[in-house]
């Protein structure tokens, strides 16, 4: 098992395992899976911001992928990133988020950002919940039916982690 950052090679897989959930979970509220031109479309602003972007390798075969993007593009924000972590679906249920999650918090750190927020698809994932609850991240609230999906309202669960100094101190300027 090797935790290494993503490579242009990895796409196909990237894109399969974020199709699963699309087309299966209410982890993503898109409707339609995103072909291979806009995965790496979205992994080449990530790269460009000089934002983790980690793939879990198992053998030649990618297990899982997660990142960070900034959490909302207004200045303001510039200390702010949120996560985001998908895992193949035969792959589950054996700590690979967590692997995954703690090098994009270590990378966040290290490069100055000061909170990191999870915003989880439905009020019911308690995969997701939990994982974030393990690393330190702490409720921050709810949006009650805010998607809509499978013929269902779906929740979205806010979590919060503070990076580094967090608020306790002035921020020095991340480089964008």
Request: proline share 5%.
């Amino acid at each position: 098992m090797t935790l290494r950052p993503s490579h242009e090679a990895d796409l196909p897989a990237i894109t399969e395992i974020y199709a699963h959930y699309v087309l299966h979970s209410t982890a993503t509220f898109e409707l339609e899976p995103p072909g291979i031109a806009e995965m790496a479309h979205r992994r080449d602003v990530i790269l460009e911001r000089r934002l983790p972007f980690y793939v879990l390798d198992a053998s030649g075969t990618i297990a899982g992928y997660a990142y960070a993007t900034m959490y909302r593009p207004r200045a303001g924000y510039r200390f702010t990133v949120e996560d985001s972590i998908y895992i193949h679906r035969g792959h589950g249920g054996k700590g690979y988020g967590k692997l995954l999650l703690e090098a994009v918090i270590r990378d966040c750190e290290a490069a100055g950002y000061r909170q990191m927020i999870a915003v989880i698809g439905g009020s019911d994932n308690a995969a997701s919940i939990g994982l974030h609850r393990s690393l330190g991240f702490e409720p921050a609230g709810m949006l009650r039916g805010a998607g809509y999906k499978f013929d269902r309202w779906v929740d979205s669960v806010f979590m919060q982690r503070q990076l580094g100094a967090g608020t306790a101190a002035r921020p020095v300027e991340v480089e964008l």
